[in-house]
Structures are given as C-alpha cells and as structure tokens.
C-alpha cells in the first residue's frame, strides 16, 4: 500500500510526501499486487527491436542519463531503430517526463516540432 518503486522512477522525491502518497494510491487503485507483478514482467520482457525497425514516422526519443527505470542504453538502441529518429540524451535521473530538468523535455520536444515543420507534420 506504500509509494513502492519511486526510488526509481523519481529518485530525487523520495522525500516529497505530496507525490509519494499520490504515487500510493496510485498503485492501491490501479491493480493488484499480482497484477502489477505481471505488468512489470510483461515490461520487462517486452522485445520490441523488430517492431521499432518497421516504423516510419517521425520519432523523437528522450533518455536521461541516469535513468533507474529504463537503461540508457536501451533508449539509444531503440532510437537507432528507427529509421531517422532523433534521440535526446537529457541530465537527471528521473523518468517520469514531468519531473526533473522539464524545460530540458519541453525544448527537446520544440526543437523536434520545429524540424518537422514543414514537412507534412505541423507545428
């Protein structure tokens, strides 16, 4: 019933009572443990390199650094996956997107749209 795992998805709130307990209930609300256990197998074991190589579109894909959650190595290969993505290393040690260095998301993602502008996609 507690914030399990924020240590890795947001290391540096680990202390920010207001998002562990949102993060608590969260969990308690969202499945059971059985059912998260499964989830997270089904993360882990996910093998989507085949998939990835297939796409065309365009994509922009963000890593921070020292991220708990994901390897970073693991964003990169996935970026080299597909055809033309742009990969974005970003500080911090964060997953969430909404925590951290979130100008560091925000202009990444501007500078992507910018470049896309004009090329069918929009900005």
């Known amino acids: 019933g507690g914030p399990a795992g924020i240590e890795t998805f947001a290391p540096l709130a680990v202390h920010d009572v207001h998002l562990r307990a ?3 209930r969260l969990l308690r609300h969202a499945i059971t ?3 998260i256990a499964a989830v997270l197998r ?7 390199r085949i ?7 365009p994509a922009l894909v963000l890593h ?11 964003g990169r290969d996935l970026a080299a996956r597909i055809r ?11 997953h969430w997107w909404w925590r951290g ?5 925000l202009s990444a ?9 004009g090329q069918g996609t929009g900005a």
């Open 84 to 94: 033309g993505a742009c990969f974005v290393a970003l500080d911090g040690d964060d």
């Open 42 to 48: 089904g993360f882990r074991d996910a093998d989507v």
């Open 33 to 35: 443990p059985t059912g």
């Open 51 to 57: 998939d990835a190589a297939a796409l065309h579109c």
């Open 101 to 105: 260095d979130q100008d560091a998301v």
């Open 22 to 24: 949102w993060w608590a």
């Open 109 to 117: 993602v501007e500078r992507f749209m910018a470049s896309r502008d």
């Open 64 to 74: 921070r650094l020292d991220d708990r959650a994901v390897r970073f190595e693991g």
